[in-house]
């Protein structure tokens, strides 16, 4: 009897032991799929304004070249940077590449894992202006490239068409809606943030000027200018479209800034020279700056809590400063040279500030869900 007893015992043995293996492997397949789930929600948020972090940082790369290049005036305050040890632009420009391969990296999973949310992006009236945001960048990153890559090169034509060609696709996307269809006139969605779509061709207009394409870079110039200009009246007379704009995204008001500054650096590569053209684009960009940092109360609402929208206020300042910094080559000065150092210092405090907040608060720069800018999309 006891035989039998612990023979029936050693049958029993292995059934529980397979019994606690498949509740153990169930579990572990249940955090899986749990971990998975929070994974592709934190994706699903991941929107393309995330790019504001490398426009941001890809402008300061082409700042810090722009500053170290030699200059004709020895009173010339750019000289202190070139004091600067030569691996700084280059980690600086390194830095910005690896960032902007991560953001790139992330939003092709985006698009191959959450199809629908990139669908209902393109149909936001501020989430497809931030669509042109990456070819920006790379443009940026381009032109701010170290010597080993010059404007001639076969490589940097090779590169600037793909990087230039998507911009041209979306402008005959944008622009057509916006005098053909109904719901996306352009007085109906215009908003800040609808300027990146003339900063694109712009930043174009500039990296085809620097490889002697005159032809095209006036083209791009043409079509990024004529659209500012319905742009800019449209957005100052304040229709529905200019209304809706979360209290959130006030920053992305400093694109007026960027715009003009953006134009006036084109410009400048077109024509040979900061002139009459780039001077007047230049002051107007100094005006709206003005008239932005007289009004913090605007901005009062989208400070109480850090997000990757703050973002925003880095580029503007940044593509000012450059302006600046080109004004003061032409303009040979003690007011012109003070006035490209404040502009860069303060968009190099600025961007350097908002790496210390990324960095401490990255938990509210995440994707949490509740992002007025990330449009609604079914999982």
């Known amino acids: 009897m006891l035989s039998?007893?612990?023979?029936?015992?050693?049958?029993q043995l292995p059934i529980a032991t397979t019994t606690?293996?498949?509740?153990?492997?169930?579990?572990?397949?249940?955090?899986?799929?749990?971990?998975?789930?929070?994974?592709?929600?934190?994706?699903?948020?991941?929107?393309?304004?995330?790019?504001?972090?490398?426009?941001?940082?890809?402008?300061?790369?082409?700042?810090?070249?722009?500053?170290?290049?030699?200059?004709?005036d020895s009173r010339a305050l750019?000289?202190?940077?070139?004091?600067?040890?030569?691996?700084?632009?280059?980690?600086?420009?390194?830095?910005?590449?690896?960032?902007?391969?991560?953001?790139?990296?992330?939003?092709?999973?985006?698009?191959?894992?959450?199809f629908r949310c990139v669908k209902a992006e393109f149909s936001h009236h501020v989430g497809v202006n931030y669509l042109f945001a990456?070819?920006?960048?790379?443009?940026?990153?381009?032109q701010s490239i170290p010597a080993f890559l010059h404007p001639g090169a076969a490589l940097y034509r090779v590169l600037w068409w793909v990087f230039s060609v998507p911009i041209l696709m979306l402008d005959v996307k944008i622009y057509g809606q916006w005098f053909t269809e109904g719901k996306k006139f352009l007085s109906m969605v215009a908003n800040p943030t609808s300027q990146i779509t003339v900063i694109g061709n712009l930043v174009c207009a500039r990296a085809a000027a620097?490889?002697?394409?005159?032809?095209?870079?006036?083209?791009?110039?043409?079509?990024?200018?004529?659209?500012?200009?319905?742009?800019?009246?449209?957005?100052y007379q304040r229709f529905v479209g200019c209304n809706s704009l979360p209290a959130m995204l006030r920053p992305v008001f400093?694109?007026?800034?960027?715009?003009?500054?953006?134009?006036?650096?084109?410009?400048?590569?077109?024509?040979?020279?900061?002139?009459?053209?780039?001077k007047m684009l230049f002051f107007l960009s100094l005006f709206l700056f003005a008239s932005l940092v007289s009004r913090p109360a605007l901005f009062k609402r989208s400070m109480r809590r850090f997000n990757v929208a703050w973002w925003a206020y880095s580029f503007p300042l940044t593509v000012l400063a450059l302006a600046a910094?080109?004004?003061?080559?032409?303009?040979?000065?003690?007011?012109?040279?003070?006035?490209?150092?404040?502009?860069a210092?303060?968009?190099?405090?600025?961007?350097?500030a908002l790496i210390v907040f990324t960095a401490i608060k990255a938990g509210d720069v995440l994707p949490h869900g509740n992002d007025p800018f990330a449009p609604p999309c079914s999982p």
């Open 20 to 72: 606690t293996a498949t509740s153990a492997k169930a579990q572990t397949k249940g955090l899986d799929a749990v971990v998975a789930m929070k994974a592709l929600s934190k994706l699903g948020g991941f929107h393309a304004g995330y790019f504001r972090i490398s426009l941001s940082l890809c402008g300061q790369a082409l700042l810090w070249k722009t500053l170290s290049e030699p200059t004709t």
């Open 134 to 142: 990456p070819w920006i960048s790379w443009l940026l990153l381009l």
């Open 325 to 343: 910094t080109e004004y003061a080559q032409e303009v040979e000065g003690g007011v012109s040279n003070a006035l490209m150092l404040g502009l």
């Open 254 to 278: 400093f694109l007026f800034i960027a715009a003009p500054s953006m134009a006036s650096l084109a410009w400048d590569s077109i024509s040979g020279s900061f002139g009459t053209g780039s």
């Open 78 to 114: 750019r000289l202190v940077v070139r004091l600067l040890p030569s691996t700084t632009y280059v980690l600086l420009w390194s830095v910005a590449l690896a960032v902007l391969v991560a953001l790139c990296f992330l939003y092709a999973l985006r698009c191959f894992l959450r």
């Open 210 to 235: 620097r490889m002697g394409w005159e032809e095209i870079a006036t083209c791009m110039f043409s079509l990024g200018m004529a659209h500012y200009l319905v742009l800019f009246v449209t957005l």
């Open 4 to 11: 039998a007893f612990m023979e029936g015992k050693e049958h």
């Open 345 to 352: 210092v303060l968009s190099v405090l600025v961007t350097v």
